[in-house]
C-alpha cells in the first residue's frame, strides 16, 4: 500500500466554546499533501495544529473542501493516528494491542500474530509480546504505540505531538524507527510538533502556522536526502539553513508580544 | 508482610474463636442461660444439617436457588450492560430515561417481590423476575459509569483504526469498563441471592427460602439455623467463585488499581 494524496482548500472550523460563543480554530487553510510526502506543522500552542489532524481522521465537522485520497475524511478510516497520549488499550499486551488494527479489519488469529510479533521484534520489542503496557518502559509503549498506529500500513498517518514525554535519546530512536516504517510503506504524514529539529529530520516539508484562528503563513521545503539518519541529519549545514530561515517566520508568530 | 508462620498463627486463633463461640453458645445453652428453642444447641443444630444433607435436602433446594439465581442473573446482568452500553452511544435517551432508572435504582426493588408471586405463579418463574428486576438496575448503572470512566483517548485511537461502533463498544468500552462491571456482578449476586431467597418466602414450592419459611411456619428454630448455616456456606462459595472470574479477567491490571 502506498500513500494518499492530501488535499485542503479553504477549510473552516469553528467551536463552540463553554460560553456559547463561536471560536475559530481554523481559517481558510489550504494545503495540498503530495501521495507520500511527510509534512512538519509547526506553530504556536493552541493555533488550530490538532484540529487539522483531526478533521483529516473525519472527528470534527468542518466547512470547505478536504480530501484523503479521493475521498472526504470519515467513513471507514485507514489511518494510522499516533496520539500525545498513547492509546494502549492497558488490558491487552503489546501483542494483542499491535494486532488491533488487523484484529478489526477480521484478520485471523494466527496471521495477526505473526505480523504483531514481526513488527515487535523489528522494534527491538521481541521480548516483550506478551507484557502488559502498565509494565513497559515509556519509550517502550511509544514504540508499541508507533506499531499499533502502523501495522496496517495506512496510507495516511497522522501524528500529534507523539514524542513530547520521550528524553531525548530514546525520542531520536523512535523517530528513527518512525521515519523508516513510512518510508518503506510510502505512506503520507501529517506531523504537528513543537520541536523545529524534530520536524525538519524527519520530513520533506514543513508548514508554519498562525496563533488561532490558524492559518498557513509559512512553508518550506526541506530537500535533504533520504533515507535519513535523524541524528546525523541535524549536523549538516543545510539543516542549520533551514533551522535559521524557519525560526526567523516562526519567530514573528510564537513570541508573546 | 505475611510470613507463613503469621499465616499458621492466625489460622489457629481463628479456629479457637470461631470452636470456643459454639462451645460457649453449647454451654449456655445446656445451663438454661439462654432459651433452646430460640437459640437450639450447636450439636442438635449439626445434627439437623447432618440429616438435610443425607437426604439430599441441602442439594436439592441449593439447586432450585441457583438456578434462579444463575438465570436471572445471566438475563438481568446481560440486559443491564447491553442497555447500558446502548444508553452510553444515546446520551439523549440516557437524559430522557434518566430519573426513571433513578426512581426503579432507587425503589427496594426486592419490594415487586409479591407481584412477580401474583404476576408469574408459584414455580421458579417469579423468582427469575425478582431476580431480573433486582440485578438488572445494577449492572446498568455501573456499566454506565465505567464507560464514562473509559479514557476517550482509547475510543478515539480504536475509532482512527478504522473501529465500527460495535467494535468500539465491545472490544474498547466493554473491556475498560470490566472492572466496574465486576463490581457490579458482585453486589448482583449477593442482591441476586437475596432476592431469589425473599422471592421464594412469599410463595413457592422449593429453593431455601421455601424450606426456612416452612420450618418457620411449624416453630423448627433447630432446623431455621441448619438453613440459615446452608445459606451462610453457600454465600461464601458463590463469592469465591466470582473472585476467581475476577482475578482471571481483571488480571491485566496493575496492582494498585486492582
Excluded at chain 1, 509480546?129 to 518502559?137: M, Q
Excluded at chain 2, 436471572?72 to 444515546?90: D, K
Excluded at chain 2, 432507587?106 to 408471586?117: D, E, K, Q, T, W
Aim: hydrophobic share 50%; proline share 4%.
Amino acid at each position: 500500500m502506498s500513500g494518499v494524496p492530501v488535499r485542503m482548500h479553504g477549510l473552516d472550523v469553528t467551536y463552540r466554546a463553554r460560553d456559547a460563543t463561536d471560536v475559530s480554530a481554523l481559517h481558510a487553510v489550504d494545503l495540498a499533501v503530495e501521495a507520500g510526502q511527510v509534512v512538519a506543522i509547526v506553530g504556536p500552542s493552541g493555533c488550530g495544529k490538532t484540529t487539522l489532524l483531526n478533521v483529516l481522521a473525519g472527528f470534527v465537522p468542518y466547512r470547505g473542501e478536504v480530501s484523503v485520497g479521493d475521498r472526504p475524511p470519515g467513513g471507514r478510516r485507514d489511518i494510522g493516528y499516533l496520539f500525545q497520549r498513547d492509546t494502549l488499550l492497558p488490558w491487552r499486551s503489546l501483542q494483542a494491542n499491535v494486532g488491533f488494527a488487523l484484529e478489526i479489519r477480521g484478520v485471523g488469529a494466527a496471521k495477526r500474530a505473526a505480523e504483531s510479533r514481526a513488527l515487535l521484534d523489528r522494534l527491538g520489542l521481541g521480548g516483550f509480546a506478551n507484557a502488559y503496557p502498565h509494565e513497559v518502559s515509556g519509550g517502550m509503549a511509544k514504540r508499541a504505540a508507533l506499531a499499533q498506529a502502523l501495522i496496517h500500513a495506512p496510507p495516511l498517518v497522522l501524528l500529534d505531538e507523539p514524542f513530547g514525554a520521550l528524553d531525548a535519546f530514546t525520542r531520536a530512536a523512535v523517530e528513527q524507527d518512525l521515519l523508516r516504517l513510512i518510508e518503506q510503506y510510502g505512506s503520507t504524514a501529517l506531523f504537528v510538533t513543537h520541536n523545529l529539529q524534530e520536524a525538519i529530520a524527519l520530513s520533506d516539508r514543513v508548514v508554519v502556522m498562525s496563533a488561532r484562528p490558524g492559518r498557513i503563513v509559512g512553508d518550506h521545503a526541506i530537500d535533504l536526502p533520504r533515507p535519513r539518519n535523524v541524528l546525523d541529519v541535524q549536523y549538516t549545514d543545510r539543516f542549520a539553513r533551514f533551522e535559521k530561515e524557519i525560526w526567523a517566520q516562526l519567530r514573528d508568530h510564537v513570541v508573546v508580544r | 508482610m505475611k510470613t507463613p508462620a503469621s499465616g499458621l498463627a492466625l489460622a489457629a486463633g481463628r479456629a479457637v474463636l470461631y470452636v470456643g463461640l459454639l462451645v460457649l453458645w453449647e454451654i449456655l445453652t445446656r445451663a438454661g442461660v439462654i432459651d433452646a428453642f430460640f437459640f437450639p444447641e450447636p450439636s442438635k443444630i449439626a445434627a439437623a444439617l447432618g440429616d438435610l444433607v443425607v437426604r439430599g435436602d441441602v442439594v436439592r433446594e441449593a439447586w432450585v436457588t441457583t438456578v434462579e439465581m444463575l438465570v436471572g442473573l445471566v438475563v438481568g446482568s446481560g440486559a443491564g450492560i447491553v442497555v447500558g452500553l446502548i444508553l452510553v452511544r444515546l446520551p439523549r435517551l440516557e437524559r430522557l430515561t434518566g430519573p426513571l432508572v433513578y426512581f426503579l435504582y432507587s425503589l427496594p426493588r426486592i419490594a415487586l417481590a409479591p407481584m412477580f408471586v401474583v404476576a408469574f405463579g408459584l414455580g421458579i418463574g417469579s423468582k427469575i423476575a425478582t431476580v431480573i428486576f433486582t440485578v438488572f438496575f445494577v449492572l446498568l448503572i455501573n456499566t454506565v459509569a465505567g464507560a464514562r470512566s473509559v479514557s476517550n483517548d482509547y475510543v478515539r485511537g480504536a475509532r482512527a483504526l478504522g473501529a465500527t461502533d460495535s467494535q468500539i463498544a465491545w472490544k474498547v468500552l466493554v473491556p475498560g469498563t470490566l472492572a466496574w462491571i465486576f463490581s457490579g456482578l458482585r453486589l448482583a449476586v449477593s442482591l441476586a441471592f437475596l432476592s431469589a431467597v425473599v422471592a421464594e418466602f412469599v410463595g413457592s414450592t422449593g429453593g431455601f427460602g421455601y424450606r426456612l419459611q416452612i420450618a418457620a411456619v411449624y416453630f423448627n428454630t433447630v432446623e431455621i439455623f441448619a438453613w440459615l448455616f446452608v445459606l451462610g456456606a453457600f454465600a461464601v462459595l458463590v463469592s469465591a467463585v466470582v473472585g476467581v472470574f475476577e482475578r482471571h479477567f481483571l488480571r491485566w491490571r496493575p496492582e494498585t488499581l486492582r
